[in-house]
């Protein structure tokens, strides 16, 4: 019963065969089974080729190179492999590829000021989660993570920021002056004064120049020149308050100056007689104030005239500074009555003297 049946099925394969143009031995004919790797298929790691050769028929060549049942590829390669039965075949094309993709034009961790043109060697990318093509370049300002995965599930990841705008200092100013202490920050990077290490936050104290460089992680540099000045000007041919009976020079070291509210230069001398306001500022805006007065006019006297004689008592006046008469203290508007000879010495602030005998 069961040899008719075979008949049976081998005749219906026979006519199926005729049918569709195909051998009897296609139909039932497969190829040795392969496990470990399959057709087309891309590894990032070692793999284990088996394959069932029980009967001692099965035999295989890796690369046209025979092997056994449980080889171990290891090397990156392109590979083929044929396992036959002497009856059919199993063809198997795969790759081992173990290194990650190849990036240009950045690296991992880096800062850059500039635009980047990124290439990578193969697979395909995302730049923050957006398909990215080799040779992009890339232009705007920001935090990146670049993600390249190639066939063989190889990934390469690159994160990197392009910054190019400077680091921002505050508390001083390029060029400027200044006649007070100066807290300096700066937002980004690491700074020098004056060539030794700055920390942002800290008081600069001490007078003099300086030169601030605050360099950022990607290169972009920030540098600022500035003076602490808290010395006032010096000013030289009069001092404040003073009284002067003569022309006076008037130089000072700094700065621009006005007298009396007009523009006036070191060096000029004043020769008129007044109340004077000289104001030098320098350009941290450290000021200087000399108030003097140029008085040139001895003092008035009135009740006496030098070398006269009065047979009257005298009542002698004057219209400024300080007097003695015969040595002693002498004030303005006393009555002089007893007979005698008399010198009455008369100095004003700027010591101008008056002498009258009487």
Known sequence: MSKKISRIFLVSALIFAALMSISVGDIFAQGPSVTGVEDGQYYNEPVTITFDDAGGTVTAALNEIPILSGHVVSEDGTYQLIVTDGIESTIINFWIDTLAPQVTGVTDGSYYNTDRTITFSEGSATLNGSPFTSGTTVTSEGSYT???????????????????????????????????????????????????????????????????????????????TFTIDKTAPQVTGVTDGSYYNNNRTITFNEGSATLNGTPFTSGTTVTEEGSYTLIVIDLANNVTTVAFVIDKTPPVVVGVTNNSYYNTNRTITFNEGSATLNGSPFTSGTTVSAEGSYTLIVTDLANNVTTVAF
Do not use: H
């Not at 690159?158 to 006649?179: C, L, S």
């Open 146 to 224: 670049l993600i390249v995965t190639d066939l063989a599930n190889n990934v390469t990841t690159v994160a990197f920021t392009i910054d190019k705008t400077d680091p921002e200092v505050t508390g001083v100013t390029d060029g400027a002056y200044y006649n007070t202490d100066r807290t300096i920050t700066f937002n980004e990077g690491s700074a020098t004064l004056n060539g030794s290490p700055f920390t942002s936050g800290t008081t600069v104290t001490v007078e003099g120049f300086y030169t601030l460089i605050v360099t950022d992680l990607a290169n972009n540099t920030t540098t600022v």
